[in-house]
């Protein structure tokens, strides 16, 4: 006998999500059964078609632990081709990726497509169509509830979801995951903005900026798969233990083929091997530099005194002096790089030399031009005139010679900024230099005017507000020729060079028209904390607005006076307190104290984690140095000594800067500890 239909809503729910589970597995069975060894083509061919089957089919993998669906849309109208108008409407479920079954009808929707946008954007003032909007809750991967919204009701009052606060608020264990259930209208706006425009999001902490920029990347790879595909994208962040907490976002979205990096390891054409004073740093990230690299890289550009002569078979051929000048310059006037011009060069040389050889009545065709192009007397005007140059060798001279500094930068920097650039140890090769990390970003500046960088279809640039104006052009040359998302905080700038405004940092990326957008609605730190840490705005970004906080919750903030010899082990007892609760728990410090601290916790046989390494329900405590702590975030958060994390920086507002990261990190509770006072704006 056939199965009875059940009554019970919640039933035919996980009815419906068992179901859509068992498609998934068709779906990838399917993918796991297709033979290829009967393909016509070459090995070439079958090589990309089984990488193409080995990624469909990772990307159809079905996660136990995360939802394949988590709400519905119930449409007032039919909006299918295949149905009339007089049918009534249809309802869609909206999950992670795109599901169906064997007759290929629809399952669950994939949340990047255009049927599903109303589901974050429909409201009781614009239904966009939309009779009922369900959410549902989930335990452990098992559908235990379900909240409806009537939004075309005029009788239902207009309420907060319960489920999707606990969405939000759900404790943090592992990496960072996706928000793609609880997207609201104006990130969706974001997410959702056309790929031929840049955008630029100034969103405070708690505002969900990283999560917003990773979803767009998923949503353009949806929309425009194949431009991207063959263009790539980037995701590039402030350091490693950042990336890492990420990496597992896209992923969980069913994008596989999405590449991660710091943009250290995007210049990494050298080895930094040493540190350098701020000031230094802050000049090599100066603008200016470009100019003077590209004096230097044209430095050994010199004008013919020789004719050329080449000859061939019995006859001479000679280019004179003002003809190869004329070249020369020409070259030199024209936009392009160092070296396509030295490339160009010959060709032109045995271009004047085949004018003149028809004009001696030969009939010579593009094979004598390229044998012209590689004669010897040709390569030696070429030498002479264009000489070759390696990139690190170059910035090695540069910052080791004096006397070419002072011709590089003649009228852009002083004398006494060159002499702040200048290593105090001449290098002696680029093997052994000691390189730091901005001499890396000019090398990557000098190899960009000698070949030009190849160009993605899209990057993303987070923590982008601590960038030097000479790293920002390092990120700009990646996506010349594709569009970027810039996320970032400008209160939360920790650097000396740290950005002044996005205008004048999107000009420095190549991207002066991008549109700026400012996230102000926090969904991650309670109000209470993120107001306690706005109080340092005023001063440290007193152009931006405080950020308010959807979620209010009394008593997530305690701020604790101690006595200096017990400030140890009062934080180790408020790290015993947080672990009480469920979820993950930083303990954020100046660094100058995580070797303390590492220490009493071992004693205190509280094991603890290195920012970066994936946290678990047997280790839950993770030691954060505050330099490390943007990005980051930690159902709870243990704060030792602000002042000492003032203090570990070069000037009062970067360290009241890294507080403020610091004091933003927690997600349900901060507990801050003090021997010293705090600063006054916080008293």
Known sequence: MPATPTTDPLQRERDHLASSRAALRAMREDVESLDISDVTGT???????????????????????????????????????ELSEGSGGESFYIGRRHVHDADGDPMVIDWRAPVSQPFYRASRTDPLDVERRRRFGYTGGELTAYEDEHLTDPAEHDTSSALLAA?????????????VATIQPEQDVIVRADISGSLCVQGAPGTGKTAVGLHRVAYLLYAHRERLARTGTLVIGPNSAFLSYIEQVLPALGELDVAQATVQQLVGHVEVRAEEPAEAARLKGDARMAEVLRRAVRSGIALPTEPCVVVRGSRRWRVPVHELVSIIEELKDRDIRYGAARDALPQRISHAVLLKMEQGGEAPDDRVQDAVARNAAVKAVVKECWPQVDPAKLVLRLLSDPEFLAACAEGVLTPGEQAAVLWPKPGRSVRTARWTAADAVLVDEATDLVQRTPSLGHVVLDEAQDLSPMQYRAVGRRCTTGSATVLGDLAQGTTPWATASWPEALHHLGKSGAHIEELTKGFRVPEEVISYASRLLPAIAPGLAPAGSVRDAPGSLTVRHVAGEGRTEAVIEAC?????????TGLIAADAHVPLLAEALAAAGLPHLAPGTETSADARLTLVPASLAKGLEY????????????????????????????????????????????PEQLR
């Open 635 to 678: 159902d709870y958060v243990v704060l030792d000594e602000p002042a000492a994390v003032i203090a570990g920086e070069p000037d009062e507002r970067t360290g009241l800067r890294r507080l403020y990261v610091a004091l933003t990190r927690a997600v349900s509770g901060l507990e801050v500890l003090h021997s010293e006072p705090l």
């Open 576 to 584: 015993r307190r947080a672990l009480g609760n469920e979820g993950s």
């Open 167 to 179: 969405e939000i608020e759900k404790p943090r264990v592992g990496p960072m995951r996706d928000i």
């Open 43 to 81: 090995w070439v061919t079958a090589v990309v078609l089984q990488n193409q089957i080995e990624a469909r089919i990772a990307a159809l993998a079905d996660l136990s632990h995360t939802p394949l669906f988590f709400g519905r849309l119930d449409y007032l109208h039919a909006i299918s081709e």
